[in-house]
């Protein structure tokens, strides 16, 4: 009988090798992590020069040291290397052979450290960005211990393990703003607690019936676009009220999140 299989290259570490997988969604994943290792075991000198350069600084270190409930030193070093990879290497469409594959290589490869520095500073700010909000944040749990749930379980998903690597790079972009928004939020907060209070369960009535249904996609391995949308839309949301000075790309507001999770396909 015929079998259908969906051929991948995967990550090994050391090398690479090829597999055949039952599913076009499961190649395609294995696929881009074995091209990543592909193109850094093929930038060994630009490998070489980032850990020289960037990964052996006192500022990278300091950096490793925040980072270290995501996993630290190793787990940042890695990261910024994917990222930095899909940067300049895996553009689509991706090379298919080994001639595309080698003028990709040439292309990036003066690219590599400049690109690098770029998202490790993006990294440092947002590293940054945290601890600053988690040091002011334990000031103020007792006093409101809502608040410091709700910020805490915000920053919780946002900096979630891979992180750098799993959110698009223009959506990372946006970290220190809602980091800082999150600042602002305690700010304001002593003045007029009632009103966080009140702008909280505004933010809740949007945020509970997506967290209900996230469960479920997710175990589905189901892609919506549109829900993955509302994720951000929900974080925009919290700059719109209480941190209105920092702006959002577009209008945002509850009643007109409200009208899109109503409307939303099902």
């Known amino acids: 009988r015929k079998v259908v299989g969906f051929p991948a290259l995967i990550d090994e570490q050391t090398s690479v090798a090829l597999r055949v997988f039952d599913t076009p969604e499961k190649a395609q994943q294995q696929h881009r992590?074995?091209?990543?290792?592909?193109?850094?075991?093929?930038?060994?000198?630009?490998?070489k020069q980032l850990e020289k350069t960037l990964f052996s600084s006192p500022?990278?270190?300091?950096?490793?040291?925040?980072?270290?409930?995501?996993?630290?030193?190793?787990?940042?070093?890695?990261?910024?290397?994917?990222?930095?990879?899909?940067?300049?290497c895996l553009a689509e469409p991706l090379p298919?052979?080994?001639?595309?594959?080698?003028?990709?290589l040439k292309e990036a490869k003066p690219r590599i450290m400049l690109v690098s520095q770029e998202i490790l500073r993006l990294a440092g700010t947002i590293i940054t960005e945290h601890a600053a909000l988690q040091k002011k944040l334990a000031g103020l749990a007792k006093a409101?211990?809502?608040?410091?749930?709700d910020i805490n379980a915000q920053c919780a998903a946002l900096l979630a393990r891979d992180f750098i690597l799993q959110t698009s790079y223009e959506r990372l972009q946006q970290f220190p703003r809602y980091l800082k928004g999150a600042m602002m939020r305690l700010d304001k907060l002593r003045t007029d607690p009632a009103r966080d209070a009140r702008l909280m369960a505004d933010w809740q009535t949007l945020a509970k019936p997506w967290e209900r249904?996230?469960?479920?996609?997710?175990?589905?391995g189901v892609t919506d676009p549109f829900f993955e949308e509302f994720r951000w839309l929900l974080e925009e949301c919290r700059i719109a009220l209480y941190a209105q000075e920092l702006r959002t790309p577009t209008p945002v507001s509850v009643k007109r999140l409200q009208k899109a999770w109503d409307a939303r396909p099902h």
């Open 33 to 47: 992590a074995g091209l990543r290792r592909l193109f850094v075991l093929n930038a060994r000198e630009q490998m």
């Open 59 to 88: 500022a990278f270190r300091d950096m490793a040291l925040q980072f270290f409930p995501q996993g630290g030193d190793d787990a940042l070093r890695t990261q910024i290397v994917a990222v930095t990879l899909e940067r300049t």
């Open 96 to 104: 298919q052979d080994a001639q595309a594959f080698e003028a990709r």
């Open 144 to 149: 409101f211990p809502a608040v410091a749930a």
């Open 213 to 220: 249904e996230r469960p479920s996609r997710l175990k589905a």
